[in-house]
């Protein structure tokens, strides 16, 4: 008579990831809804932008892109890079509009296929939200954590952005709503493949890897720098600094 084994901790932290990977994307939602208030807090999702950008960089740098290395040696270094040109391609031929936070501009958007490039560069980004939750908690509890908060430090982010941009063309409030969930959807469907192909791990870490430093480094801190203000750099190194305290105080 044949037994079934059972990885019990495996299936709670893949648990974890599912339950994570639905409050990623309540902070989509959350995005969303901030916008289509009038009195929404604009200089919050600045601040959330510059912490995002150090903390993300800080855990694609010193986390993703060692435990990738360790899985499956000097190879995931190709699919680092792959998911960082990856992006690229999607926001500089797909998506030339992309950028993240309020739009201002709605001349610039207004046609239909403007509207929908911005949308699906940001459905790539959350579905690889997703991915590198799922990845992260296949790997150990201590990685999944740690980049579900990256995660979620720029979910705000997308939300407030894809909702501005659904506004910006007059397209209403409940729309606006609703591609926010698109998103969140998006990640939640990253977080289910991922841990359906259990056994492609070796390439989903480091492509999602690439892809949190690709956001960190060319989405987040742009938009950053275009800030004259002391307190976001700041916060860009605290981002950074909070990684390397959780590590001393953690990670064994």
Known sequence: ???????????????????????????????????????????????????????????????????????????????????FFLVHLFEHTLAPHFHFGEETHPEEISHHRAQSSVMLGLIIHTFFDGVAIASGFLVSTWLGMVIFLAVFLHKLPEGFTVASVFLACGKGRKRAIQAAAALGGATLLGVLLTSLLQSQLKFALPLSGGVTAYVAATDLLPEVNRQPNWRMAVLVFFGVASVLIMQYLFHV
């Not at 709670?12 to 309540?26: F, P, Q």
């Not at 009195?39 to 995002?52: E, I, M, N, V």
């Open 1 to 83: 008579m044949g037994y079934v084994t059972i990885d019990h901790d495996l299936a709670t932290r893949t648990a974890m990831a599912a339950g994570l990977g639905l409050v990623a994307a309540a902070g989509n939602l959350l995005g969303g809804y901030f916008v289509v208030r009038k009195d929404w807090p604009r200089q919050f999702l600045q601040y959330f932008l510059a912490l995002g950008a150090g903390y993300m960089l800080a855990v694609a740098f010193l986390e993703i892109i060692p435990e990738s290395i360790a899985l499956s040696g000097q190879d995931a270094l190709f699919f680092v890079l792959a998911g």
